[in-house]
């Protein structure tokens, strides 16, 4: 079963960093021919788009996160990271990852203290 499970939430002062790492798994996916998507979902909001990466390493960034958030890939690992900086409390949210038209996973969350 192919799938892509995030980690490396946790709790931070504002001010602080966070990597999130989104790892496939099941030996029939290629990762290499997908773009990634990082998603986040805060309470009482809807999910929105943080930052995207194509196959061929292309990165996209929601205005709100230029500048702080940086989305890379490591093929051999089949890895997507979102390192996060100068993280705000405005940031807290559960933090999903997947390319598209796939089902969401679990996430992981992300809460920024003030």
């Known amino acids: 079963q192919v799938q892509l499970v995030e980690s490396g939430g946790g709790l931070v002062q504002a001010g602080g960093s966070l990597r999130l790492s989104c790892a496939a798994s099941?030996?029939?996916?290629?990762?290499?021919?997908?773009?990634v998507y990082w998603y986040r979902q805060a309470p009482g909001k809807e999910r929105t788009l943080v930052a995207g990466?194509?196959?061929?390493?292309?990165?996209n960034y929601a205005d709100s996160v230029k500048g702080r958030f940086t989305i890379s890939r490591d093929n051999t690992k089949r890895t997507v990271y979102l390192q996060m900086s100068n993280l705000k409390p405005e940031d807290t949210a559960v933090y999903y990852c997947?390319?598209?038209?796939?089902?969401w996973g679990q996430g992981t969350q992300v809460t920024v203290s003030s």
């Open positions: 990466i194509s196959s061929g390493g292309t990165t």
């Open positions: 997947k390319p598209p038209g796939w089902p």
């Open positions: 099941g030996s029939t996916f290629t990762f290499t021919e997908y773009a």
